[in-house]
């Protein structure tokens, strides 16, 4: 069964643009934060660990995909955002708590917002890659 997935998870990202590739990974670290903070709600705290860790290497994946050189300020302001998201995961992960997964949350929200405005505008092709480059074969999934 994880064959048939993994095979369709490829297929999905192969015709995606860059701009849906780079929603696609916001759509999965905002899954994970929200799966998170449910199971820390039900005290499952190593099942909820594991998910914070999995929402960690979205953004972690959003951070190393910056063309800092192409992206000029902006990129540079959106280093400084993963990097602070990073950072509030890891308190959130020695605190468990909620509201930092809430805020977490609400900052990818704003920034995928963002994106997908661009794509909504029809940025040409060319500007697509300007912040964050995803390598076409490159797998993104919501599920562990």
Do not use: C
Not at 1 to 13: F, I
Not at 28 to 50: D, N, P, V
Not at 122 to 134: D, F, L, M, S, T
Request: zero cysteines; charged letters at 30%; proline letters at 1%.
């Amino acid at each position: 069964m994880d064959d048939k997935v993994k095979a369709y998870q490829t297929t999905d990202t192969l015709g995606k643009s860059q701009l849906d590739l780079v929603i696609k990974v916001y759509d999965g670290a905002i899954a994970s934060y929200k799966q998170t903070r449910q199971l820390f709600e039900k005290e499952e705290y190593s099942q909820g660990r594991e998910e914070l860790e999995k929402a960690k290497k979205f953004v972690t994946h959003l951070y190393t995909t910056l063309d800092m050189e192409k992206g000029g300020e902006i990129a540079q302001q959106l280093s400084q955002l993963y990097a602070f998201v990073v950072n509030q995961t890891n308190i959130v992960d020695a605190t468990k708590d909620l509201k930092g997964i809430d805020d977490i949350v609400n900052i990818l929200d704003n920034l995928r917002q963002g994106w997908v405005e661009l794509k909504q505008q029809g940025v040409p092709k060319a500007h697509e890659q300007e912040q964050n480059k995803p390598q076409q074969s490159e797998t993104f999934s919501t599920s562990a």
